[in-house]
C-alpha cells in the first residue's frame, strides 16, 4: 500500500495540502477562497447585536425558565475553576477571564476563526495547566459528556494523522478555554472550550447548569488506525435518531421528511453549504429565526414518544444526572409542541439530517460533506451536532437576567 492509499477513508482521500490558509490555531483570511469566506457567517457582527436568542418568530416565548434547584453540587467545578486559575500566569490570566456578561461568550466557531481568537490556548500551556482546564470541564460534565468531549479533541487529532496536513493546528489541545466570572457556589460564573469541531458552554448558578450552545463533531467519527485507533463518537445519537426514524407510519413520514435525500442536487439550495450543511443553530446563529417544521411530537404514540425522549436523551445525558434530569422534565413539560424533521436516508449506510425543535431545546445532528477529506457530499462519517436552549436560554443568558432581578444591583443593559 502507497503512502496516499494509507491516507484515504472510505474511498475518499485529503483534499490538497494548503487549501485553508491555516496559521496556527487561525485562519488567514487573505489567503482563504473568497466563496468560502462568503459562506461564512460573520460571528463578530453577529455578536455584537443584542441578544435575543434562537426562535420561532423573532419575539422570545416568556417564563419558560427558573432559578431552582437542579441537585448538582457546584463545589467540585468551582475548587477545579480556582486551581485553573491558580495553575496559570499573570498573563495568562487575564488572557483567561472575562466579566459574566462579556460578549466573548458569543464569539465562537466550531471551525478556525478569522479574527484574532480570545482564551487561553491549550496547546501553548504546560500539561499540568492543560489538566487543570480539562478537570474544570469533567467536574462540570457527566462521564458521557466528558468522554464525548475529550473524544471529539482526540478525533480531532486523529484527523491530521489520517491526513498528514496541518500538524500545527489538527491536534489533541488546539482549543481554547476561558473562564467567566468568579467561581462561586451561588453567585453566576462558566466556562467556554472552542476549536475545530468542538465548542461548549457552561454556564453555573448554584445547583444549575446551562451547557449550550453545543457544537460537537468530527471528519471521521471513528479511528481505524494509528495513536487514536478505535475511537468512535455518535454511535448513540446515530441509532436512537433511526430508530425514532423507521418508527414513522407512511402518514407521518410526509410530515416529519422534509427531503427523502442529502444529495446535493436533491435539495434546495439554501440546504446545500460547505460551511454550515443543513444546520440552523451554528456559529453565529445565536438570534435565528427557525420556523418549526416537520411532525409534530403530540402525533406521536406513546411508544414513539418514547423513542423521541431516548434521543433527546442522548444529547441531554452531556449534563450531571440532575440538570439532565431537569432538562428531560422542561422537554416533556412541552412534548406536545416539539418538532421532529428528517433530511435523506434511514438505511444503515445512509446519511441524514435530523432536527428536534421544542421551546426548550433544538437538537440537530448533520452528515456533511468533506472539509479535509475530498468527498463532496454528505456521508455517515463526518458528522456535525449542535445543541440550543432557545428563547433567550444559551449561555444562561435567561438565568442570569432572573438572577439580576432577584437581586437588583444590576444594569439591564449589560447581560450577555
Not at 423573532?58 to 431552582?68: C, E, H, K, N, Y
Not at 448513540?236 to 444529495?263: D, I, K, Y
Not at 423521541?308 to 440538570?323: F, H
Request: aromatic share 10%.
Amino acid at each position: 500500500m502507497t503512502a496516499l492509499d494509507d491516507r484515504r477513508y472510505h474511498g475518499f482521500g485529503p483534499r490538497p495540502d494548503g487549501t485553508y490558509a491555516l496559521s496556527g490555531p487561525r485562519i488567514d483570511p487573505a489567503n482563504r477562497p473568497p466563496e468560502i469566506l462568503a459562506l461564512m457567517p460573520d460571528v463578530v457582527a453577529a455578536a455584537a447585536e443584542p441578544f435575543v436568542g434562537i426562535t420561532t418568530d423573532g419575539s422570545p416565548v416568556p417564563d419558560l425558565f427558573a432559578v431552582q434547584d437542579e441537585d448538582f453540587d457546584p463545589k467540585p467545578a468551582v475548587h477545579a475553576a480556582e486551581n485553573f486559575l491558580a495553575a496559570l500566569s499573570a498573563g495568562q490570566r487575564k488572557s483567561a477571564r472575562f466579566d459574566i456578561d462579556a460578549k466573548q461568550w458569543r464569539l465562537w466557531t466550531n471551525a478556525y476563526p478569522t479574527w484574532e481568537p480570545h482564551g487561553v490556548y491549550l496547546d501553548d500551556v504546560g500539561q499540568g495547566q492543560r489538566d487543570a482546564a480539562l478537570a474544570v470541564m469533567e467536574a462540570s460534565l457527566s462521564a458521557k459528556g466528558f468522554s464525548d468531549a475529550r473524544t471529539a479533541m482526540r478525533l480531532n487529532a486523529a484527523l491530521g494523522e489520517l491526513i498528514g496536513q496541518y500538524p500545527g493546528t489538527l491536534k489533541e489541545y488546539a482549543y481554547f478555554f476561558a473562564l467567566y466570572g468568579t467561581p462561586s457556589v451561588t453567585s453566576p460564573w462558566g466556562w467556554q472550550l472552542w476549536g475545530h469541531h468542538l465548542v461548549l458552554h457552561c454556564f453555573v448558578l448554584g445547583s444549575q447548569l446551562v451547557l449550550t450552545p453545543a457544537f460537537v463533531g468530527a471528519e471521521p467519527v471513528t479511528a481505524d488506525r494509528g495513536t487514536y485507533q478505535g475511537l468512535r463518537l455518535f454511535d448513540a445519537e446515530r441509532e436512537a435518531g433511526l430508530a425514532l426514524r423507521r418508527s414513522f407510519t407512511r402518514r407521518q413520514e410526509r410530515r416529519a421528511v422534509l427531503h427523502r435525500s442529502l444529495l446535493s442536487a436533491e435539495l434546495p439550495a439554501d440546504l446545500v453549504n460547505f460551511v454550515d450543511g443543513r444546520h440552523k443553530g451554528g456559529a453565529g446563529r445565536d438570534n435565528r429565526v427557525i420556523p418549526l417544521e416537520g411532525l409534530r411530537a403530540g402525533n406521536l404514540s406513546a411508544g414513539q414518544q418514547d423513542l423521541l425522549l431516548d434521543l433527546i436523551g442522548t444529547y441531554a445525558g452531556r449534563a450531571p444526572a440532575g440538570p439532565a434530569a431537569a432538562l428531560m422534565a422542561r422537554i416533556r413539560a412541552h412534548l406536545d409542541e416539539t418538532h421532529v424533521a428528517w433530511i435523506g436516508g434511514d438505511a444503515d449506510g445512509d446519511a441524514f439530517y435530523y432536527k428536534v425543535h421544542s421551546p426548550v431545546l433544538l437538537i440537530e445532528y448533520d452528515c456533511h460533506q468533506g472539509v479535509f477529506l475530498d468527498n463532496e457530499e454528505p456521508e455517515p462519517f463526518h458528522v456535525h451536532t449542535i445543541v440550543r436552549t432557545p428563547n433567550g436560554g444559551d449561555y444562561g443568558h435567561d438565568l442570569l437576567r432572573r438572577h439580576y432581578a432577584q437581586h437588583h444591583h444590576h444594569s439591564e443593559g449589560t447581560k450577555p
